[in-house]
C-alpha cells in the first residue's frame, strides 16, 4: 500500500530523475517501489515555472487575492482570482478557483500560468465553491450547471470493466437484470464530462436516459464517421 502510493507519486512528478531534496532512505524507498510498479501515465504538460507552482502553494494555503498572468493562444491575459485548490484531473495540474472579475468559477492550467502577483488582499472560502471541487469529476465540470443523472444499460460481455473500475467519481451500479445487462447511473453538469467514455463503449452500451445525451453522442459519432469518409479529388479544368 505505502509503496503503490509512494511509486505513483514519484512517477507523476518524476522525483527519481530530478534533483530533488530528498533524503536517503526515501530514495532508498523510491528505487524499491520502482522495482514493483511502474505507472505509464504521467501529466501531459511540462511544469516549467516551478517557482510559480510554489507561489500557488502559498496563496492557496493563507487565502490570498492574486493577479494571473495567463498564457494563452493569442498571447497572454490578466486573471484577478480567488484560488482554492490545485487539482490534478485527466492527466493535467489545474488550479481551481473564483474569476474576481467574472464572478465564475474557473480551472486554470497550471503549466499555462506563467506569473502570480499578489494583491494584499484575503478572501474567505464559499462552502458552495468547496463543495464543488469536491465533487468535480472532469475539467469540463460546469459550476453554473445543477447535476443531471446519466442512466446507460452495459452489454453482459463488457459488465465486467463496470464492476472492476468506476470511469468517473459519480458512478453507481444500480442493478443487474437478468441477462446480465447492468444499469449504470453517473452524474454529470456538461455533456464533455461523459461524451469520451460513451463514445468509447458505443458498441456496447445503450444511453437510457437523458434522451437528449443520446441525440448528442449520435451526432458526435456521426461527425466522427464524416471525417473518415474518403475525400473525392477534384480536378482541374
Not at 470511469?167 to 451500479?173: A, N, R
Not at 445503450?206 to 441525440?215: F, H
Given at each position: ?8 507519486i514519484?512517477?507523476m512528478?518524476?522525483?527519481?530523475s530530478?534533483?530533488t531534496?530528498?533524503t536517503?532512505?526515501?530514495h ?12 505509464k501515465n ?6 516549467h515555472h516551478?517557482?510559480v507552482v510554489r507561489?500557488?502553494e502559498?496563496v492557496?494555503k493563507?487565502r490570498?487575492?492574486?493577479?494571473i498572468?495567463?498564457q ?16 490534478f ?11 474576481t472579475r467574472?464572478?465564475?468559477v474557473e480551472l486554470?492550467r497550471i503549466g499555462?500560468i506563467i ?6 488582499k484575503?478572501?474567505l472560502?464559499?462552502r458552495?465553491?468547496?463543495?464543488f471541487?469536491e ?7 460546469n459550476y ?12 453482459t460481455?463488457?459488465?465486467k470493466?463496470?464492476?472492476?473500475k468506476n ?7 444500480i442493478?443487474?437484470n437478468?441477462?446480465g445487462q447492468l444499469?449504470v ?6 455533456f ?11 458498441g456496447?452500451i ?10 448528442y453522442?449520435r451526432r458526435q ?15 482541374l479544368?
Open positions: 500500500g505505502e509503496l503503490m502510493q509512494l511509486s505513483g514519484a512517477s512528478f518524476d522525483l527519481a530530478t534533483q531534496e530528498l536517503q532512505e526515501t532508498k524507498l523510491l528505487s524499491e517501489s520502482e522495482r514493483i510498479y511502474a505507472y504521467k501529466p501531459f504538460e511540462v511544469l516551478p517557482e507561489q500557488i502559498h492557496i493563507y490570498m487575492v492574486i493577479d498572468d495567463y494563452t493562444q493569442d498571447g497572454s491575459m490578466h486573471i484577478p482570482y480567488e484560488p482554492y485548490r490545485i487539482v484531473m485527466q492527466e493535467n495540474f489545474y488550479l481551481m478557483g473564483k474569476n467574472t464572478a465564475r486554470l499555462r506569473g502570480v502577483q499578489r494583491t494584499g484575503t478572501f472560502h464559499d458552495d465553491i468547496e463543495r471541487i465533487q468535480a469529476q472532469t475539467p469540463w465540470a453554473d450547471k445543477p447535476p443531471q443523472t446519466v442512466r446507460i444499460r452495459v452489454d460481455e463488457v459488465s470493466y463496470f464492476y472492476a470511469y468517473l467519481p459519480s458512478q453507481k451500479i442493478e443487474q437478468q441477462f444499469i447511473e453517473y452524474q454529470i453538469t456538461n464533455l464530462e461523459i461524451e469520451q467514455l460513451l463514445i468509447q463503449w458505443a456496447n445503450d444511453i437510457l436516459e437523458p434522451r437528449s445525451l443520446k441525440r453522442i459519432l456521426e461527425r466522427k464517421l464524416e471525417r473518415l469518409k474518403p475525400k473525392e479529388k477534384t480536378t479544368g
